[in-house]
Structure formats: C-alpha cells, structure tokens
C-alpha cells in the first residue's frame, strides 16, 4: 500500500524562468522530471579535453527523453538547432527534443492527459495522485491478485460509477480467466440512519464463485459492510474486497480491505472514475478541488 502525502516539488535553481514554468507544468501533469541531468561532450580535443558540451535542459525518466527549452533569441534557436542535430550524430541512441513554447502542449497531450484535463484545470487545487502513479499501482494490484487467485476464476464486481476507470484498468493487469459484473447502491437517510439500497443488481450467480468486490473509495464504510453482508448470504466461494482508495480517517466501521491502492488523507477528491456532482470522471489522474468548485 501507498501512503500519499503531501508533495514536496523539488526546486533547483533554474536558469530561465521559462524553465521554471516547464517544470511547473511538469509538475501539474505527474511527469517525472531531473533538471540539467548530464552534459554532453560535443567536441573533444585529441588530450581528451572538452572544447564544447551540452547539457540538455530536462531529463524526462518516464519518455526517456531529453528536453532542450528554446528561448525566444532566434540568434540562440540556430545555434542550439546545430547542438541538437549535433548530439544526435554522435549520440544515436539518446533522444532529445527541442521545444518551442508552443510544443509544451503538444508533448502534455502526447504524454496522455487529453482535453478533459484542460478543461477542469481552473477547478482544480492539486493533483493528490498522478496517471502514472495510478498506472503504477493498478499493475502492482493486478499482479498480485494474479498470483494469489492463481488457477481460478475470480468474479470481479464493480460498484458503479466510481469505479468506472480503475475496473477497466485492473482487469486489464489480471493474467486470468476474469468476468466481470457490476452493482450500483444509493444510500439515503431514514430516522436519522444511512440505509443503504441496490438498485442494480448482479446478473452473474455468485454461488460457489471467488469474488472480488472492487471499489473507488471506501470512506466510511457503510456502503460496503451493507455489500460484504448481501454477498456474502449468497454463499460464495471466498468473497474479498480491493479498493483503489482508503481514506481511514473516516471510517466507522471495520469493513476487511484486502487490496489497497492508496491511502489517502481527508480530504474530498475527484478524477479517474470519482465525481463531484458527476463531474470531473474524466480526469486522468485523482486531485482535490479549489473550494469555489465545491459549491
Ligand atoms: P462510504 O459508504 O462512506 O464508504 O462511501 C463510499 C462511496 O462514496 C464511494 O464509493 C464513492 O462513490 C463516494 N465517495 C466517497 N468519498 C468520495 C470522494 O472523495 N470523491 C468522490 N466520491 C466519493
Ligand atoms: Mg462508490
């Protein structure tokens, strides 16, 4: 399990404030990043001593890719173009990218975070957990179900809406024969109670079967001990419970989580499945939002 704290941004003393700006964008989208990662000899005299280098602006990790930000001095684009083209010949297996403003968008896009992101962009406070991050866990999730349902056939039961993105993503990561089935509840008050109800059923038996309930985000509990209890009355062959996000602080009462994504602290968030009046659903990666979206 993950524990997600707050996220401390390295800040290393950039040259340009444009590079300031690259790595805040950077930031906002979850891309892993190193400033000036290594210089590259471009001409070396025959003592061995370097006449010329260059050292790229960004490293990239997850692109495997160097990234050189242009300035607005066309003087400076030409002679950087030459560097590049330079580096390329002599280091064929590095990939290095030289970015004008108006790339920035286009490598953001090409990285995966689509127009959704760009739309809520004003709602949003911080991205609490990034794609890749996401990404990240879901695999770790799916392969040890995998291993641990090894020579079975687990049913998967998603609990509609939320769970939406993170289902399709983890049945994905499961090297076995999985189905799949979905349940929605709503929950209102009587008396001063949450009653929580069904108002889609399963269409799948589960008698005999290995269950595995998956959820979006177990915040109080309520809505899955009231699962757990209606499941398990109909007899299935083990029943388990994998959640993408545990948000503990709240939680009254003592529903078994046995695959956990994330823990994550109190606070209301949205994205990858998760609504705020059912918005938001579409966003890559989970964030929290600016209080005057919370209206
Ligand atoms: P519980 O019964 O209190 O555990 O409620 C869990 C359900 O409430 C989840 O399955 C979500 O659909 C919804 N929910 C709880 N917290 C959040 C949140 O922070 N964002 C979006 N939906 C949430
Ligand atoms: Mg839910």
């Not at 002599?90 to 403003?101: A, D, E, F």
């Not at 956990?260 to 579409?282: A, K, M, S, T």
Request: hydrophobic fraction near 40%.
């Amino acid at each position: 399990m993950q524990q997600v704290d707050e996220r401390v941004a390295e800040r290393p003393r950039f040259a340009h404030e444009s590079e300031a700006e690259f790595a805040r964008l950077l930031n906002f989208y979850g891309i892993r990043w190193e400033y000036e990662r290594r210089s590259f000899p471009l001409r070396v005299a025959p003592d061995g001593t370097v006449l010329e280098a260059f050292t790229p602006d960004f490293y990239l990790p997850d692109l495997d890719t160097y990234v050189e930000l242009t300035t607005l001095r066309q003087s400076l684009v030409t002679q950087k173009n030459r560097k590049v083209r330079r580096l390329r010949e002599l280091y064929p297996g590095i990939k290095v990218l030289l970015l004008y403003r108006r790339d920035y968008q286009a490598l953001l896009a090409k990285y995966g975070y689509g127009s959704a992101g760009l739309e809520s962009i004003g709602d949003i406070d911080r991205v609490l957990i990034t794609a890749a991050d996401l990404e990240r866990r879901v695999e770790e999730l799916g392969l040890q179900i995998s291993k641990d349902y090894r020579g079975r056939d687990p049913l998967l039961v998603g609990v509609l809406k939320g769970v939406s993105c993170f289902l399709a993503d983890l049945m994905r990561c499961i090297s076995l024969h999985v189905t799949i089935d979905y349940m929605a509840l709503s929950s209102y008050r009587r008396n001063g109670d949450e009653v929580v109800q069904i108002v889609k059923d399963l269409d799948e038996e589960i008698a005999g079967r290995d269950v595995i309930i998956v959820e979006d985000i177990v915040d109080t509990g309520m809505s899955l001990l009231y699962l757990l209890n209606e499941l398990r009355s109909r007899g299935p062959a083990s029943l388990e419970v994998c959640a993408l996000l545990d948000r503990r602080a709240r939680r009254i009462t003592d529903a078994p989580i046995k695959y956990v994504g994330f823990e994550i602290p109190d606070v209301f968030v949205v994205g990858y499945g998760l609504d705020y009046r059912q918005r938001y659903r579409n966003l890559p990666f989970i964030a929290t939002l600016k209080p005057q979206a919370l209206q």
